[in-house]
């Protein structure tokens, strides 16, 4: 048969200038109008005819151990269907993200405040409250341990895990640790070659990942003796992974699809309601949905890791980095979660985007009786960044340099060593970065004479009308890895399928991707179109039908599976082609699929797609793995440990009244490097996000524990950013490819809150003249009045 060309050159044209829909354009996303509207179903929206409610009973001590439960008053209750203790788990009775030392329910002893210790089922959520507080526990309360000077004196002040009892590699309280030496390390000798010696030590509270849709699901029992659960998470094949082996059953019985999720931010990385669900679904054979409410759910989370940092930098006279010296110690709580990769992030980029010859660093996580720690956006490079950028600000100071030239004048670039001795292969435009924020127009000087008092700090409460306020301005810069690291067989799954509906070419695309706001849904359609040539794109929903996408973390996921998506849509786009070059012996080799035909760069047009599949479709699923990489040394953190960094810098300008301690930020300016933006409007909106979550660490967020016991759990009295509360953030947006990357594309969603905390507090100390190591920064750090 013979070649069929239908149109030629003139019409290539045509057809390319078609479609705005593709890589590079922003398409709105399909969940965001009915996200506004209140219309999106969100997993706890979820409903099943007689379904059952779940709830657990949680521990009010963070310390004790446990002399009895007695549930036979619960039991007795009308309309409460079981009440499960650990001694009811038919499978393993631990899961974890790395290591499996949590029970799924407390066995014989509790170790931080609000941890579960009994669950119950039944018909109505107030029956489950009521049955709840019938639950009779003993307990036998013991001092917690929650300073790092207890966690490391285990002799003196116990173990949060008993020597005998299973837990980390890692030495009595210590749960992980890594070290980290480069060049000479940091000796007597090395710092004589300093001619300025800064130190300081600096302290990150607790902040919350604080999504909205707190965490639910609905577990329905199976015919085949397994469980269908649909749940708002982060990653379904590794909650399956966890969630099987305590309910008993092969992981192929476990089914998982993905609920609406309300936000994430790390916070759902962890199992939270999944087992509980599932256990009591098990037992009464009913399906049982589980909804927090935002106390519980407080305590049902991980949080980011508080952090105590130390910090020594030396430099020569005209401002050459030639040390760096750090000991952080993250607080990881009870159990371990996310903190062994957070160390290492902590520890490989712990010194900044900065070229700097010697290099020590130690750092460590803790158990303790406070609330457990995991992943956060930022994951560990968020409290170093905040560290070694004050560090920054302080060696100018005593330089008596512009800290932005400082920062220039040590920036790395492509072809620089991390301290891991890890190669920058790709654009390091550090310098670039720090010069566009500075560069960028600043927002009109303060006019004390001409004020609107609604724009003042506190403004609502018409605390000031100018006086005692001052201005600041504060830079910063951060790094960041992207995707998971240290030897992880990082990889996502997609499966893509191409047909006929109703007289147009379709494209379905399927995943097990957790969409979570990021926008991935919309990044993958766009992908689809560009790389298949049509305009219809559907979204099949995300389960565990298909191969494991991995976590919606990491700045990841545009990465991995929109990489996932791109190789298995240009698998099903040769295959096509392969069907025409049979059929109609076409011999160029120059075809692709543009505006739903088949197309020649050199004959123009050949058939369009419809006629080529006629009833057939073309189905292909593909993985993407990044290329490898490997667990940093021990002793020295040497190692080709991360995939990719990510870099942005910012600029805050902030109004401080100093008689209040009142903070207001004027503006928030990001310039970041982002590869390649598949979807630019997405892109910045991830960049404002981050640093509008970076706002909130520097003067807002923190969770208050004392002596392990949380005392903020609202969103009362633990404050997040409001639309009042945000700047303008303008953003100037870099695409430099990364060719190691698809589409040389960079993850973006982190770097900003790495970076942006940092230039709030700076500006906030240009503005006062205060000091401020710890964050977030109170009112009471400012006016002295702690």
């Not at 300073?147 to 980390?168: A, D, I, R």
């Not at 919350?208 to 469980?227: K, N, R, T, W, Y």
């Not at 305590?246 to 309300?262: D, F, H, Q, S, Y």
């Not at 891991?420 to 292969?425: A, N």
Request: net charge negative; charged share 20%; hydrophobic share 40%.
């Amino acid at each position: 048969m013979s070649t069929r060309t239908i149109a030629g050159q003139k019409n290539l044209q045509d057809i390319r200038t078609g479609s705005k829909d593709g890589i590079g354009g922003s398409p709105l996303r399909p969940d965001g109008t009915l996200k506004v509207k209140g219309e999106f179903a969100y997993s706890s929206d979820l409903w099943h005819e007689d379904m059952l409610w779940g709830m657990a009973l949680r521990s009010p001590h963070p310390r004790a151990n446990i002399l009895s439960v007695d549930i036979s008053e619960a039991l007795k209750l009308p309309g409460v269907y079981a009440v499960l203790t650990h001694e009811d788990i038919p499978g393993s009775k631990f899961y974890g993200l790395e290591i499996q030392d949590q029970p799924a329910l407390a066995i014989d002893k509790v170790r931080y405040h609000g941890e579960a210790i009994a669950i119950v089922a039944a018909d109505h959520p107030e029956t489950a409250r009521r049955a709840v507080k019938k639950i009779k526990v003993e307990y036998e309360v013991l001092t917690p341990i929650t300073t790092e000077e207890q966690c490391l004196n285990p002799e003196v002040y116990g173990y949060v895990h008993e020597p005998h009892e299973f837990k980390s590699h890692g030495h009595g309280n210590i749960c992980h640790s890594q070290k980290l030496v480069h060049g000479g390390g940091v000796t007597d000798e090395i710092r004589a070659l300093a001619d300025v010696v800064v130190s300081g030590h600096y302290e990150v509270g607790m902040q919350d990942q604080a999504f909205l849709g707190p965490e639910s699901g609905l577990a329905v029992p199976a015919e085949d003796g397994g469980m269908d659960l649909y749940v708002a998470t982060q990653w379904l094949h590794v909650d399956r992974q966890q969630v099987a082996p305590v309910l008993g059953i092969p992981e192929e019985k476990l089914r998982l699809t993905l609920a609406g999720v309300g936000g994430a931010f790390g916070g759902r990385e962890d199992l939270s309601m999944q087992i509980h669900a599932c256990l009591l679904a098990q037992r009464t054979g009913k399906p049982v949905k589980i909804v927090y409410a935002r106390d519980e759910s407080f305590f049902g989370h991980v949080h980011r890791h508080p952090a105590k940092m130390y910090y020594e930098h030396g430099a020569t006279r005209d401002g050459k980095l030639v040390y760096a010296d750090a000991r952080l110690v993250l607080d990881g709580g009870a159990y371990a979660s996310a903190s062994p990769a957070v160390v290492g992030n902590a520890a490989s980029l712990g010194h900044g985007p900065y070229n700097i010859p010697n290099v020590r660093m130690e750092a460590i996580a803790l158990y303790s009786n406070n609330p457990s720690c995991g992943a956060m956006r930022g994951f560990g490079a968020v409290q170093a960044c905040f560290g070694y950028e004050t560090q920054m600000d302080k060696l100018a100071a005593a330089l008596g340099m512009d800290p932005v030239e400082l920062r220039q004048l040590n920036a790395m670039s492509e072809g620089d060593s991390m301290p891991t001795g890890q190669v920058i292969d790709s654009p390091a435009p550090v310098a670039e970065l720090l010069q566009r924020v500075k560069d960028m127009p600043l927002p009109p000087p303060l006019d004390l004479a001409n004020l609107d008092v609604r724009t003042l700090p506190g403004a609502l409460s018409n605390t000031s009308h100018g006086e005692g306020i001052v201005r600041g301005i504060g830079y910063s810069v951060g790094i960041k890895n992207v995707g998971f690291s240290e030897g992880f067989d990082d990889y996502s799954t997609a499966r893509v399928r191409l047909e006929v509906i109703g007289g147009e070419p379709v494209a379905m695309v399927h995943t097990a991707m957790a969409e979570v706001g990021q926008g991935g849904i919309t990044v993958h359609a766009q992908i689809a179109r560009t790389e298949l040539g049509v305009e219809q794109v559907t979204i099949h929903p995300a389960n565990t039908e298909v191969g494991s996408a991995g976590s919606t973390s990491a700045s990841r996921q545009t990465y991995m599976t929109g990489g996932a998506v791109k190789y298995a849509a240009e698998a099903v786009a040769q295959a096509l082609i392969e069907k025409g070059r049979k059929r109609y012996g076409w011999t160029h080799n120059d075809l692709s699929l543009i505006g739903g035909k088949v197309v020649s760069e050199s004959a123009g047009v050949l058939v369009s797609m419809v006629d080529l599949l006629g009833e057939d479709a073309i189905d292909l699923t593909r993985e993407h793995h990044h290329r490898p990489t490997v667990p940093f040394d021990k002793e020295t953190g040497q190692g080709f440990g991360h995939v990719q960094y990510t870099f942005c810098a910012n600029r805050a300008v902030v109004d401080v009244d100093v008689e209040l301690g009142l903070v207001k930020v004027v503006e928030l300016t990001a310039a970041q490097d982002v590869g390649k933006a598949l979807n630019p409007l997405s892109v910045i909106g991830q960049i404002q996000g981050g640093c509008t979550q970076a706002l909130g660490l520097a003067v807002m967020e923190e969770i208050i524990v004392k002596d392990g016991k949380v005392r903020n759990a609202s969103f009362t009295d633990y404050l997040i950013p409001t639309i009042l509360d945000v700047p303008p953030i303008p953003v100037d947006m870099l695409e430099l490819p990364d060719p190691n990357a698809p589409y040389g594309l960079r993850g973006v969603g982190e770097a900003p809150t790495v970076s942006a905390t940092p230039s709030i507090v700076a500006a906030i100390r240009q503005a006062t003249g205060i000091a401020l190591n710890r964050i977030p920064v109170r009112p009471e750090h400012l006016t002295g009045t702690l």
